[in-house]
Structures are given as structure tokens and as C-alpha cells.
């Protein structure tokens, strides 16, 4: 959520900001608006009150009974006017709020204009995109060979786009989820175990709700709703919460399986296990003072490279346009690994910093120093890394022309000594 002051100060800018996203400024109009009716009656309460307190002290002076019960019946209707203008600037607060947070995040300045992730441009690259001596398969083709993936069994239990894991596959995952969680904590990230349900109010403040309602799954009776991923109840952890400077910066690590309907996908990656509605992720999370949050942005960025580059995986990383990047992201790198069964770079981790947007909406604050007013933080993510590419990349870079998959020498201490998939 953007700072109300702004939008008061420099409606102008912020407006010229939406437009490169090809957003009209009547959003823009619409906060201010809300924004203005509430000060208009705000200040109307305000007067009010200071009636009632200085014919209140007249009252109790007045002898004569007719005079004092005439006044005490002119402030039962102020009262009253008080009552119905509390519940209007209730409304009306309730209807600038709901306006704010359909309002996207600004783009840093370093954020280039675009359509689309075809104009996102490659700002680093590790590897070409290898050619295998042999006819590469795509991952599908291999693991159902070899017997660690059933679409099938995916299919009969739980519909399209589900999957099951067997055998070496189903501890390759387990390997590289557990490998990826010791390496982060490693580079000195916090491990935190979530729950992988939360409740409406961390959606909101992670940015997933409103705009992503139709792609989350809820329990309807209990009002809990299965993580998206797990930067959602990491955002909330500290929510409402006055942090000091020196408990800065706070980098969390944490796994979670996540769940989320496609429905934005549907009819693209049909095949294999790229896009899925339960899929496994370790996710990075900091909490920053802003003035460190660009440079903690960089750090995020190459501990998700680091993680593709011990793997032994071709990698490039692209800084998102306009027409990419999300919304709740002030700037973003996606890191891409090459995949040589389906001859395409797939997307294995997207780092952002959203400076104070979740703050904003998850009331997430810090002393500067002690005793300090309060400010918002800035908060960052980053993928570190999805699981199923992960594993696409792994098993397509790494297949051999008998059809056996070679173990990366990284994960081979978390596969018991497997070096070798059959």
C-alpha cells in the first residue's frame, strides 16, 4: 500500500508512475476523494465536540431549569449528528482503504518500460544454453521411464496438474529442498517453520488479496486459507509489531509446499510438471531498514544464483519492465535456469524488493533509534529456489543417453551417496 501522503503531495507523480503500467490516474482521484471527505467530516466532528464540551460547562452554571433542559436537549442532538458522522467516517475510511490497495506499487527508477517478460533484459549469464551430444528428452519423458514420477496416480487422486514423486524422484525433492535450506542458512539466513494455512488478514498484507482471489484455495467454514507460498506468513510475522534497529536486518529462510489454482495459466505448460497446482518452494524473506533494502536486494539476487550455480545449472538473470514485473514489487530480478529437454530458460527464482507496500499493509515498524518515532520497513523475497523447474532443470541438464539421470555432486550427500538415477 502506498503512503497516503504521497498521493496527497505529488498526485501528479504518482499518477505519471501508474501510467508507465498503463494505469489511469482516476485511481489515483478516487483515494483522494475518500480522502477529502474524510478530513471534511473529521473536521465537522471536531467542532462539534468542541461545542458540546463549551455548552456542557455552561450548562452545569445555568439556575434556570427551562434554559439548562433546552441545552440539554440541543446536545442530545449533537449527540447524535456525532454518532451518525463517526459511522459515515467509518464508511468512508473503510472505502479509501479498499481504494488504496487496488493501487499497484511504484517501479524503482532502475525498472525499465515493456509489454511483456519478452522485454525483460538479461543482465548477467553463467552458461550458454547446453547442447547435449544426444537427442535431449524433456523431464516428463525421463522420469516416467524411470519410474519417479506418475501422472497418472497425479491425475486419479487429485485431477489435472498434480503429480506424485516415487522412489529416487520423490528423494531428489527432499534432497534439494533440504540441501537449498542448509545452504541459506549458510548465508546467514534464519530458518522459520510456518504454518502452511493462515488466516484473510495475512493475505491482504502479503499483497496476495485482493488481486489474486481467484487463484487461492480456502476453507470456507474455518476461514483459513493454504499459502500461495510461504513469503505470505513470513510477511506477518512481526506484524503490528515495533522493532529496534539493532534487532535489523532480520533474513528468514523457510519451506513450504504451495497451492494455487492456475487458473491464470490455463491451457499453457499442460505437459510435465512446470506448472502445477501444489508445488513445492524454500522462500528468502528480509525485513531491512530502507536505507540498506537496495543493497539487501543484490544480496537476495545472488544467493538465488549461488543456489543454481552449485547445482551446475546454466543461469541468466533479467531485471523485469513494466509489463512483467508484480504488483506489489518496486523492482525484481528473476534468475533462469536452461533446460535442454524443452530447449527453453525457466524461471526458478523472482527476487523483489516491495520497499514499505507490506510494511504499510502489515503494520510492520522499526525504531530507528531509541525512542524514536516509528517508520515502516522495507521487506524483500525472493525464491530460493522453486522446486518443480528446480527439478526440471536437474533432470533434463543432468540425463544421460541411456536414460539415467547423474545426481549433482551437491545433492549427493542429502540422496544417501546416490550418484546415479536408473
Not at 508512475?17 to 471527505?37: H, K, N, P, W
Not at 488481486?211 to 483459513?224: A, C, I, Q, T, V
Amino acid at each position: 500500500m502506498l503512503d497516503i501522503k504521497l498521493l496527497r503531495e505529488q498526485p501528479d507523480e504518482v499518477k505519471r508512475q501508474l501510467a508507465r503500467f498503463a494505469i489511469e490516474g482516476a485511481v489515483v482521484d478516487r483515494v483522494l476523494e475518500f480522502d477529502e471527505r474524510r478530513r471534511a467530516l473529521l473536521r465537522e466532528v471536531e467542532e462539534l465536540k468542541a461545542q458540546r464540551n463549551t455548552v456542557s460547562k455552561e450548562i452545569s452554571r445555568l439556575k434556570d431549569a427551562a434554559e439548562r433542559e433546552a441545552k440539554i436537549a440541543a446536545m442530545r442532538e449533537v449527540g447524535d449528528r456525532i454518532s451518525t458522522l463517526d459511522k459515515e467516517v467509518a464508511q468512508v475510511e473503510e472505502g479509501q482503504r479498499a481504494a488504496m490497495l487496488e493501487i499497484r506499487n511504484l517501479p524503482h527508477p532502475d525498472v525499465p518500460d515493456g509489454q511483456d517478460d519478452s522485454e525483460n533484459p538479461v543482465i548477467y549469464q553463467e552458461g550458454e544454453e547446453r547442447q547435449l551430444p544426444f537427442p535431449a528428452k524433456p523431464h516428463w519423458e525421463l522420469a516416467e521411464t524411470l519410474g519417479i514420477i506418475s501422472f497418472e496416480q497425479g491425475v486419479r487422486l487429485a485431477g489435472s496438474r498434480f503429480y506424485v514423486m516415487r522412489g529416487l524422484g520423490a528423494r531428489l525433492q527432499r534432497a534439494t529442498i533440504q540441501w537449498l535450506l542448509d545452504l541459506h542458512i549458510r548465508q546467514g539466513y534464519t530458518e522459520v517453520y510456518t504454518p502452511f494455512v493462515v488466516k484473510e488478514a495475512a493475505l491482504w498484507a502479503s499483497g496476495q488479496l485482493p488481486k489474486f482471489r481467484d487463484n487461492l484455495y480456502r476453507d470456507e467454514e474455518s476461514g483459513l486459507w493454504l499459502v500461495p507460498t510461504a513469503e505470505v506468513p513470513v510477511t506477518s510475522l512481526y506484524a503490528d509489531e515495533i522493532l529496534e534497529a539493532a534487532q535489523l536486518p532480520i533474513h528468514h529462510v523457510a519451506y513450504t509446499p504451495c497451492f494455487r489454482k492456475e487458473q491464470l495459466s490455463a491451457g499453457r505448460d499442460v505437459r510435465g510438471i512446470k506448472r502445477g497446482h501444489q508445488f513445492d518452494k524454500v522462500e528468502m524473506y528480509m525485513f531491512e531498514q530502507p536505507a540498506n533494502s537496495y543493497a539487501a536486494l543484490e544480496k537476495l539476487r545472488r544467493d538465488a544464483e549461488e543456489c543454481a550455480r552449485l547445482l551446475g545449472l546454466p543461469f541468466r538473470t533479467k531485471i523485469l519492465c513494466t509489463g512483467d514485473i508484480g504488483f506489489g514489487s518496486a523492482k525484481t530480478y528473476d534468475v533462469e535456469v536452461w533446460a535442454p529437454g524443452q530447449a527453453e530458460w525457466l524461471e526458478v527464482s523472482s527476487c523483489s524488493n516491495v520497499e514499505s507496500f507490506q510494511a504499510r499493509r502489515a503494520n510492520l515498524r522499526y525504531r530507528p533509534e531509541p525512542g524514536a518515532k516509528p517508520e515502516y520497513l522495507h521487506t524483500l523475497n525472493g525464491s530460493g529456489l522453486g522446486l518443480p523447474r528446480t527439478i526440471i532443470a536437474i533432470i533434463e541438464n543432468y540425463q544421460q543417453e541411456d536414460g539415467s539421470i547423474t545426481v549433482p555432486e551437491a545433492l549427493r550427500p542429502y540422496m544417501g551417496g546416490v550418484e546415479v538415477i536408473r
